[in-house]
C-alpha cells in the first residue's frame, strides 16, 4: 500500500486487481472508526473488524463483478468481485498495514498472513494476522462473509483449530 493507494486483490489468487484510492473522507472515516474503538486491545479489534468491513464495502464498485459471495468455491475462479482467501488475506492484510502506518493501530502489529489445512488445496485456508501487545496473535478472516459483513475476529490458536 502507498499513503493515497490501495490494491486490493479479486478473482481468485490476486488474478485482478483494482486500486482503491484513499481520499481525505476515507482518511476521516476509518479515522472516526478508530476513535470509536480505541479505548482497550479489545475495542480495538471491534475496529480492526469494522475498517475491514469498510474496506471490502468502498472497492466493491471498482471490481467489475457482483459482490463476493462466502466461501465461494472454484466455480468463482477468474469472477470479477469474487474472493478467494488468499484474496481475502491480502486484502485484509493490505488495509492493517495502511492502518498500523496511519497510526490508527495503538495496540496490535500486522504480521505475515498465515494458512492452516495442509497441503490439500481444498482444505487449505489462509488469513490475516495481527498481534497484541501481549503477544498473542489474532486474525481477521472474512473469507466465510458476504462482502462488507461483519467477519470473524477470533485468537489464532482458535482459528487454527477449526475445520471448514
Given at each position: 500500500p502507498t499513503p493515497d493507494r490501495l490494491p486490493f486483490c479479486h478473482a481468485y489468487g490476486c488474478a485482478l486487481r483494482a486500486v482503491v484510492r484513499i481520499t481525505d473522507e476515507d482518511r476521516a472515516e476509518l479515522q472516526a472508526?478508530?476513535?470509536?474503538?480505541?479505548?482497550?486491545?479489545e475495542a480495538e479489534?471491534?475496529?480492526?473488524?469494522?475498517?475491514?468491513?469498510?474496506?471490502?464495502?468502498?472497492?466493491?464498485?471498482?471490481?467489475?463483478?457482483?459482490?463476493?459471495?462466502?466461501g465461494s468455491?472454484?466455480?468463482?475462479?477468474?469472477?470479477?468481485?469474487?474472493?478467494?482467501?488468499?484474496?481475502?488475506?491480502?486484502?485484509?492484510?493490505?488495509?492493517?498495514?495502511?492502518?498500523?502506518?496511519?497510526?490508527l493501530l495503538r495496540y496490535h502489529t500486522v504480521r505475515r498472513p498465515t494458512s492452516r489445512g495442509g497441503l490439500l488445496l481444498t482444505l487449505a485456508h489462509a488469513t490475516a494476522v495481527f498481534t497484541d501487545r501481549d503477544g498473542k496473535d489474532w486474525v481477521v478472516?472474512?473469507?466465510?462473509?458476504?462482502?462488507?459483513?461483519?467477519?470473524?475476529?477470533?485468537?489464532?490458536?482458535?482459528?487454527?483449530?477449526?475445520?471448514?
Amino acid at each position: 500500500p502507498t499513503p493515497d493507494r490501495l490494491p486490493f486483490c479479486h478473482a481468485y489468487g490476486c488474478a485482478l486487481r483494482a486500486v482503491v484510492r484513499i481520499t481525505d473522507e476515507d482518511r476521516a472515516e476509518l479515522q472516526a472508526i478508530f476513535a470509536g474503538h480505541s479505548h482497550s486491545a479489545e475495542a480495538e479489534r471491534e475496529g480492526i473488524n469494522l475498517a475491514v468491513s469498510w474496506f471490502e464495502k468502498r472497492a466493491q464498485p471498482l471490481l467489475g463483478g457482483p459482490p463476493d459471495i462466502r466461501g465461494s468455491d472454484f466455480a468463482h475462479s477468474g469472477q470479477p468481485g469474487q474472493t478467494d482467501c488468499l484474496d481475502e488475506a491480502t486484502n485484509s492484510t493490505t488495509l492493517l498495514v495502511f492502518l498500523q502506518e496511519e497510526g490508527l493501530l495503538r495496540y496490535h502489529t500486522v504480521r505475515r498472513p498465515t494458512s492452516r489445512g495442509g497441503l490439500l488445496l481444498t482444505l487449505a485456508h489462509a488469513t490475516a494476522v495481527f498481534t497484541d501487545r501481549d503477544g498473542k496473535d489474532w486474525v481477521v478472516d472474512s473469507w466465510m462473509r458476504d462482502s462488507g459483513d461483519p467477519n470473524d475476529v477470533m485468537p489464532l490458536e482458535e482459528w487454527e483449530s477449526h475445520l471448514f
